[in-house]
C-alpha cells in the first residue's frame, strides 16, 4: 500500500505584490500545493477588510458549491485575488 509521507513546519514569511514569500528555504517540489495557516500573532484588526464574520462562516456551511463554479467564478477575476476580495467587502 503506497504511503503518504508529511511534513509540517513552521516558517517565516513575508508578503508582497499578493505572494508569500518563505524568509527559509522550504523542501518542496517545484508547484507542489500545501496547506498554509496564517498568524501574525493577533495583531489583525478586528474590521480588517479580509476578515470573515463568525456569521458568515455559519452561514457558509449551508453553501452547496462546486469545484467547477468555484474555478468558473475565479476564472472572471482580473488582476490580484487579494485585492478582488478586499473591494469585494468594501461594498458590503
Do not use: C, F
Not at 517545484?30 to 484588526?45: A, K, L, M, W
Not at 453553501?63 to 473591494?87: F, N, Y
Amino acid at each position: 500500500m503506497p504511503y503518504t509521507i508529511r511534513m509540517e513546519k513552521t516558517v517565516q514569511a513575508v508578503y508582497e505584490d499578493g505572494v508569500l514569500r518563505p524568509l527559509e528555504p522550504i523542501l518542496l517540489e517545484e508547484r507542489q500545493e500545501v496547506t498554509v495557516t496564517i498568524s501574525d500573532q493577533g495583531n489583525i484588526p478586528r474590521d480588517h477588510p479580509l476578515l470573515a464574520a463568525s456569521e458568515e462562516w455559519a452561514n457558509a456551511v449551508e453553501d452547496q458549491v462546486s469545484l467547477d463554479e468555484v474555478r468558473r467564478a475565479l476564472a472572471t477575476i482580473r488582476g490580484s485575488l487579494s485585492e478582488a476580495v478586499i473591494e469585494e467587502r468594501r461594498d458590503r
